[in-house]
């Protein structure tokens, strides 16, 4: 890592505590420009077209284009080349729309500060802070500048990222806390010393510039997918090069006959395919609310067996609103829409007015000392009243409004003093507040960690109540600071028996289409899991309303999680599992005890310490919204609206890339079958029957025709029953792939084709080992190419289902598809009846038989593929992992 000085002492401390005013922010962005760390230059277009051009595949192609030339075949020679030129360009195009792609999607992550201006606070996206602006910090913030920290309240940072250490640190006042760290916990005020690329983190971003992030998983696959073949094409060549000089042929002619042939099975345009295929499952996606972080993870995605889910705001809306609130005189209903601050408070019951109003005045007291243990507040916008902050604490300023309590004016009467902010641990926020001789202490959080501390009758019994109803609780108590006790140290003393001012119900909606996306989850029979901080009661409720739970499910208490992980795994890997007061730490064991039993583990996270835990699991899954900076840059997958059916979404898009991907490898042995078949028969006639396909024919049908219905099968979308029955997961080459293309397809096209061929020697008059005259061989070679052309056309057709024969959807679903076998019939039109290209390639327009048995491949392979298809539903080819 690079060296990092320490922390320094700004020349002058920061007091402008209403920080800059709107118009001089403005001039200073003005001056020094939006806050972004200069954008890394791409590569030159040039140098990445050079590298596709240069790499070991393509220097052995040019190798054999040089030596093609030389022995007189400049035909050959050029066809080598015309292979590695159009191959390394569309390489090219999908690594630069790839990149482009890329930096368009990050641009969609949220990345906001809030700051006090003109003495307002504002939540203003992190591009527009400027030197000067005075910087309101809290847990979760990913701090976008370097800043001059002026006034901290428990503040801990995250410089892991910039120092390497792990153990976070705490900046005391006039420290710097630096651009692109994090704060773990607590608050502070912070004045923005430099921005941009003045700021540490540009000025290390330079030195890493060089790095490159190695392949992933996928990447990994695939390349060795491309090196069999590559090997296996490399060792045919090796085979025909002996079986040439075996049946006479010169050294030269044996060598550049054996070069064609690796040339004609080498899969170059594999690998840009496959990258076409996942660049496009996340475009989509991204389209809908789903941004893919790493490209390999849309494969993966589709692996997924089960789903550990939050449930605030994932689940549930996310938009909290207090229903209820009970006080020890009594309880409250509270209504009101959205977070405007119109809105009623009713005492329930119908007592007397004089127990009515002392109810009203418990519940204002216990408004006013909520509000100010929470930071986020309702703020108004142009288009209405809106929340900055946690949706629950946003809640809690909406009731002190609701109840007519001037929060900024009791802010200043009673100026808050020591802070410890809510953590996993102790499970509540503890507020001092002053004046200093007679300050009081706050307490809201937990029922069970705040009535640890306080006692009133009836309260454990209203927890249960308003937790079963769905509701989420909140306890909130105050005392006196007791004498002798300083707020420095009075977080950890001042606890012992405060008052319980009573208990507030919030109310957060599961989120509409929920409900639906688990049902689709049960069909893909993909396990879920609910993990949450909440009330066991309430959790339970809210899983019961959305269909989560089952019938053998169970809800769990975090605490009460056995310590070996293999008795955890066991416990919770139950489909409808409910884990209640989870800390991030719980997360992280289950995501690891899971994985351990074989899952494809997805996990959410929003919070700091999620971090691990999205790590450990094999898809993070971070909330965009309202999730921290921290979660989101350790997740593969950004849900950029929070909400549970997007999950899903991705997962069906997973699913259908991990199709495509095989459908295009089917598609390629097929064709690859299909090409060696008249070599083979050339072999092992010992030359008495001529060649039926010619290299330059080969690759005529590898560049003309092949090419866009491979990409085409790529971008196949999902299909109707993708999410029904388990995930398939293992080798993409597998016993059914390498079945459907060496057994099946591959074997059908390979003999209507030779038969054609032969059938039109035969009728022209050819005897076995006599020569043909060239007009017959073009013919017969012509009916050759025309059926493995429509052979193709059918197998595109027949390789878009696993299952389904032809004849039971159509091509509307991929107009791609059907715009490939147009411009591939135009291609195959142009091969045969243009007469210096057909003569280059060595062929003619077939005969009329040619064409009514070169017609036959498509029949041919459209009916073995429906009748082994209809076989495999009776007895599958292969067993599918799960």
């Known amino acids: 890592m690079p060296d990092v000085p320490p922390a320094r002492t700004p020349s002058r401390a920061p007091t402008a505590q209403a920080g800059l005013s709107v118009a001089e922010a403005a001039r200073r962005l003005a001056a020094d420009g939006p806050n972004v760390l200069p954008v890394r230059r791409p590569p030159s277009p040039l140098l990445l077209v050079l590298h596709q051009l240069t790499h070991f595949f393509a220097l052995m192609l040019w190798v054999a284009a040089g030596l093609a030339w030389l022995g007189g075949m400049p035909q050959l020679a050029i066809a080598i080349a015309v292979v590695v030129v159009i191959n390394g360009l569309f390489a090219f195009v999908q690594e630069y729309r790839a990149d482009r792609a890329g930096q368009r999607l990050q641009s969609l992550l949220p990345q906001h500060a809030t700051v006090l201006r003109g003495g307002h606070r504002q939540d203003i996206p992190a591009a527009e802070l400027v030197r000067g602006d005075l910087v309101l910090l809290e847990g979760g913030d990913r701090i976008c500048a370097d800043l001059d920290v002026a006034q901290v309240?428990?503040?801990?940072?995250?410089?892991?990222?910039?120092?390497?250490?792990?153990?976070?640190?705490?900046?005391?006042?006039?420290?710097?806390?630096f651009a692109g760290t994090f704060v773990v916990?607590?608050?502070?005020?912070?004045?923005?010393?430099?921005?941009?690329?003045?700021?540490?983190?540009?000025?290390?971003?330079?030195?890493?510039?060089?790095?490159?992030?190695?392949?992933?998983?996928?990447?990994?696959?695939?390349?060795?997918?491309?090196?069999?073949v590559a090997v296996a094409a490399v060792a045919v060549g090796a085979v025909f090069f002996v079986i040439a000089l075996l049946l006479g042929m010169d050294l030269t002619q044996g060598f550049l006959l054996a070069v064609g042939v690796t040339v004609a099975l080498v899969p170059e345009g594999l690998l840009p395919t496959v990258t076409l295929s996942l660049a496009r499952a996340a475009h989509t996606m991204a389209g809908?609310?789903?941004?893919?972080?790493?490209?390999?993870?849309?494969?993966?995605?589709?692996?997924?067996?089960?789903?550990?889910?939050?449930?605030?705001?994932?689940?549930?809306?996310?938009?909290?609103?207090?229903?209820?609130?009970?006080?020890?005189?009594?309880?409250?209903?509270?209504?009101?829409?959205?977070?405007?601050?119109?809105?009623?408070?009713?005492?329930?019951?119908?007592?007397?007015?004089?127990?009515?109003?002392?109810?009203r005045g418990a519940v204002d007291d216990l408004a006013r000392a909520a509000v100010r243990c929470a930071t986020g507040r309702a703020v108004q916008r142009p288009n209405g009243w809106g929340p900055v902050g946690d949706p629950m604490e946003v809640a809690l300023h909406v009731l002190a409004m609701r109840c007519g309590i001037d929060v900024e004016l009791d802010e200043e009467n009673r100026p808050e003093l020591r802070r410890a902010a809510f953590d996993p641990d102790r499970r509540r926020t503890t507020v001092v507040l002053g004046p200093p001789r007679q300050a009081t202490v706050v307490i809201t959080g937990a029922p069970e960690t705040v009535l640890r501390l306080c006692r009133a009758p009836g309260a454990e019994?209203?927890?249960?109540?308003?937790?079963?109803?769905?509701?989420?609780?909140?306890?909130?108590?105050?005392?006196?600071?007791?004498?002798?006790?300083?707020?420095?140290?009075?977080?950890?003393?001042?606890?012992?028996?405060?008052?319980?001012?009573?208990?507030?119900?919030?109310?957060?909606?599961?989120?509409?289409?929920?409900?639906?996306?688990?049902?689709?989850?049960?069909?893909?029979?993909?396990?879920?899991?609910?993990?949450?901080?909440?009330?066991?009661?309430?959790?339970?409720?809210?899983?019961?309303?959305?269909?989560?739970?089952t019938a053998g499910s169970r809800v769990v208490v975090a605490a009460d999680l056995p310590s070996d992980n293999t008795a955890l795994g066991a416990?919770?890997?139950?489909?409808?599992?409910?884990?209640?007061?989870?800390?991030?730490?719980?997360?992280?064991?289950?995501?690891?005890?899971?994985?351990?039993?074989?899952?494809?583990?997805?996990?959410?996270?929003?919070?700091?310490?999620?971090?691990p835990a999205l790590r450990e699991a094999d898809i993070g899954i971070a909330m965009g919204a309202t999730g921290t900076d921290v979660a989101r840059e350790a997740a593969d997958l950004v849900l950029l609206d929070d909400h549970f059916a997007t999950i899903v979404t991705a997962i069906r898009h997973g699913r259908a890339t991990f199709a495509n991907i095989r459908r295009f490898l089917t598609y390629h042995l097929t064709d690859n079958v299909a090409e060696l078949a008249p070599f083979l028969v050339w072999g092992l006639s010992g030359g008495g029957v001529p060649l039926a396909l010619g290299v330059l024919q080969i690759l005529a049908i590898d560049i003309g025709t092949d090419l866009?219905?491979?990409?085409?099968?790529?971008?196949?979308?999902?299909?109707?029953?993708?999410?029904?029955?388990?995930?398939?997961?293992?080798?993409?080459?597998?016993?059914?792939?390498?079945?459907?293309?060496?057994?099946?397809?591959?074997?059908?096209?390979?003999?209507?084709?030779?038969?054609?061929?032969?059938?039109?020697?035969?009728?022209?008059?050819?005897?076995?080992?006599?020569?043909?005259?060239?007009?017959?061989?073009?013919?017969?070679?012509?009916?050759?190419?025309?059926?493995?052309?429509?052979?193709?056309?059918?197998?595109?057709?027949?390789?878009?289902?696993?299952?389904?024969?032809?004849?039971?959807?159509?091509?509307?679903?991929?107009?791609?598809?059907?715009?490939?076998?147009?411009?591939?019939?135009?291609?195959l039109a142009?091969?045969?009846?243009?007469?210096?290209?057909?003569?280059?390639?060595?062929?003619?327009?077939?005969?009329?038989?040619?064409?009514?048995?070169?017609?036959?491949?498509?029949?041919?392979?459209?009916?073995?593929d429906a009748a082994v298809k209809r076989r495999r539903t009776v007895r599958p080819l292969g067993p599918v992992k799960t």
């Open 571 to 611: 416990l919770v890997d139950v489909d409808g599992t409910v884990v209640a007061r989870a800390t991030p730490e719980d997360k992280l064991r289950i995501a690891r005890a899971l994985r351990a039993r074989g899952h494809v583990v997805a996990m959410t996270g929003d919070g700091v310490n999620d971090g």
């Open 153 to 177: 309240d428990g503040l801990t940072v995250d410089e892991s990222m910039l120092t390497g250490e792990s153990v976070p640190v705490h900046p005391p006042p006039g420290a710097t806390a």
């Open 830 to 864: 142009v091969f045969l009846a243009v007469p210096p290209v057909a003569a280059v390639l060595g062929q003619s327009v077939p005969t009329a038989l040619g064409w009514a048995l070169a017609a036959l491949a498509v029949p041919a392979v459209l009916l073995v």
């Open 461 to 549: 019994e209203e927890v249960h109540r308003m937790a079963t109803a769905g509701l989420r609780v909140l306890a909130v108590a105050a005392g006196p600071l007791p004498s002798g006790t300083t707020p420095d140290d009075a977080i950890d003393r001042v606890e012992a028996r405060p008052e319980l001012l009573g208990l507030v119900g919030l109310h957060d909606p599961p989120r509409a289409g929920v409900a639906e996306a688990i049902a689709a989850c049960r069909g893909a029979q993909v396990h879920l899991m609910m993990i949450t901080g909440d009330h066991p009661l309430t959790a339970r409720a809210i899983a019961d309303q959305v269909g989560l739970t």
């Open 708 to 827: 866009l219905p491979a990409l085409a099968l790529g971008a196949e979308p999902p299909s109707a029953t993708v999410l029904q029955g388990p995930a398939r997961t293992g080798s993409l080459v597998d016993r059914r792939v390498l079945g459907r293309a060496f057994g099946v397809l591959g074997p059908t096209e390979a003999l209507v084709q030779l038969g054609a061929y032969l059938a039109v020697l035969y009728a022209g008059g050819w005897t076995w080992g006599a020569d043909a005259s060239p007009a017959l061989l073009a013919a017969a070679s012509g009916t050759a190419f025309t059926t493995v052309v429509l052979g193709q056309l059918a197998n595109a057709a027949a390789c878009r289902s696993e299952s389904r024969p032809v004849g039971r959807w159509t091509l509307r679903g991929n107009r791609l598809l059907a715009v490939a076998v147009a411009v591939e019939l135009a291609v």
């Open 288 to 359: 809908e609310h789903a941004l893919v972080r790493r490209l390999e993870a849309v494969e993966t995605l589709g692996s997924t067996t089960v789903i550990c889910t939050d449930k605030t705001g994932t689940v549930t809306a996310g938009e909290m609103a207090v229903a209820q609130v009970w006080t020890p005189a009594g309880p409250a209903a509270v209504q009101g829409i959205g977070y405007q601050p119109a809105g009623t408070v009713r005492p329930g019951g119908a007592d007397p007015v004089a127990v009515r109003g002392a109810v």
């Open 185 to 228: 916990q607590g608050t502070a005020q912070a004045v923005v010393a430099a921005t941009g690329a003045a700021t540490r983190l540009a000025r290390i971003a330079a030195l890493t510039r060089q790095g490159t992030r190695p392949p992933g998983p996928l990447a990994v696959r695939l390349n060795q997918v491309v090196r069999v």
